[in-house]
């Protein structure tokens, strides 16, 4: 029988799906659900060769970010000294591309992938983030025939806007890029994510694309006259949906929020779940101590909290062996401390202090609740996951993570609001230096 590698004793690695310049993508498997997942591994010393970090950055915090039925959803990120582990979902259906490969779609299946389409792109500028490579390859299908959309790798965040509130980046795939992308001048990524999202929707029901030409100069004249026709099996509401997608002034262009009121958009639509939570944290592990994950305790009861690997502590705890030099979304100071109160005391003053904020607080199994902001933000709501691990029998760490809102709001609720509410049970903090308080690191390995 064949020998299957495990990864940090959660992932079995089986066969290949697919390699690029500095990635191998593979089914997985989580050992303690039997779930499939997608692994991409990556080269560090790859990534950097090729000047890549800050998209390899930019895509994890993106992904982050966007928690949706309709995006391909990230599960986890590990790292070793010399590669990165991103843990995705796996979606088994295939490329959205493969579909209309084989000739158009009906129009009720091409409404229903737009639909979800526009619900996971809505979804994305609410957080301020932009796809920028919106097409049928990279939108994925799964087992019930739901869209997914894959591949940020081309996205941007808000930090990427110049002075002049635009973005300045040539990128995306020739036949469906916006006009003003192509034109230099600067675009608002949003507005160019929605004429994409038209050229895929004529694409869904006509089986080709709205412009093409096998000389690139004359593709270019086309899109930026928005010159294109539409097949005589069009229907009239299609029609004119696309024509008012495929706008080439940006101004001009429909919005989602007019997109949503229009009839033939509407026609069977669902509401889709609205999803709090987030994808697991960063956790940086070298390859000397993968070992300890084989033995760690995964034990789910209720009457402890779980145990906190002492190597993931120490990671946590210690800059030298965070992700701060690889990832924005690692466990920032002010998001992790330690205390020797119970876990039950811990999680009895957390709860008292949200409240005491107006935070609704949901309490989740396994030492872990849910907190969210009474006010709409800059990003929506924010939401926070505060969760209690054991590191040995009388030390317990504590960890905010962001499960949704904006990051300078939730920078605020953890140093102006939780610090101070949460003193009396609070030891240290982590990143506020080596002073009283520091854990000892051979207490937590006995």
């Not at 309490?363 to 996951?385: A, C, I, W, Y």
């Not at 520091?438 to 390995?445: A, H, I, R, T, Y």
Request: one cysteine or more; a positive charge; hydrophobic letters at 35%.
């Amino acid at each position: 029988m064949e020998e299957r590698t495990v990864l940090f004793g959660k992932y079995e690695v089986g066969k290949l799906l697919g390699k690029g310049t500095f990635a191998k993508v593979y089914h997985g498997r989580q050992i303690a659900t039997n779930e499939s997942v997608a692994i991409k591994v990556i080269s560090k010393d790859q990534v950097k060769k090729e000047g890549m970090m800050e998209q390899i950055k930019r895509e994890i915090e993106v992904m982050r970010l966007v928690r949706h039925p309709n995006i391909v959803e990230l599960k986890e990120v590990m790292a070793t000294k010399t590669k990165i582990f991103v843990v995705m979902e796996y979606v088994k259906g295939g490329e959205l591309f493969g579909k209309v490969a084989k000739g158009k779609l009906k129009e009720d299946q091409a409404r229903k992938y737009f639909q979800q389409l526009i619900s996971a792109v809505d979804f994305c500028h609410s957080r301020g983030v932009s796809h920028r490579d919106l097409k049928p390859e990279n939108l994925l299908i799964d087992e019930n025939e739901d869209l997914k959309i894959s591949d940020f790798g081309l996205s941007s965040l808000p930090e990427q806007l110049r002075n002049d509130g635009l973005l300045h980046t040539q990128c995306g795939t020739p036949a469906y890029v916006a006009p003003e992308v192509l034109r230099k001048k600067g675009y608002d990524g949003s507005k160019a994510d929605l004429w994409s999202c038209g050229v895929v929707l004529f694409v869904l029901l006509a089986g080709f694309l709205p412009f093409q030409d096998e000389n690139l100069m004359k593709m270019y004249r086309k899109i930026f006259k928005a010159e294109f026709e539409c097949p005589p099996w069009f229907s009239t509401e299609a029609k004119r949906l696309i024509s008012k997608l495929l706008v080439s002034d940006p101004e001009k262009r429909i919005t989602i929020p007019a997109i949503m009121r229009v009839p033939w958009f509407r026609k069977g639509m669902k509401k889709p779940e609205e999803f709090l939570g987030h994808p697991e944290g960063v956790c940086e592990k070298s390859e000397e101590t993968d070992a300890q994950s084989d033995v760690q305790n995964e034990s789910n009861k209720s009457s402890s909290p779980k145990f906190f690997n002492a190597f993931e502590f120490i990671s946590s705890m210690s800059s030298g062996f965070d992700l701060s030099n690889l990832f924005e979304t690692k466990r920032k100071a002010g998001s992790m401390f330690t205390s020797k109160c119970s876990a039950a005391a811990i999680m009895t003053k957390i709860e008292v202090a949200a409240k005491g904020l107006s935070f609704k607080v949901r309490k989740l199994k396994d030492f872990k609740l849910r907190m969210q902001g009474p006010n709409e933000g800059r990003k929506g709501r924010l939401s926070v996951t505060a969760e209690v691990f054991a590191v040995a029998p009388e030390v317990a760490v504590v960890e905010f993570i962001k499960s949704s809102g904006d990051t300078l709001e939730y920078a605020k609720f953890c140093e102006e609001d939780v610090r101070p509410a949460l003193k009396d049970i609070v030891w240290t903090w982590q990143g506020d230096g080596d002073g009283e308080g520091k854990v000892d690191c051979d207490q937590l390995q006995q």
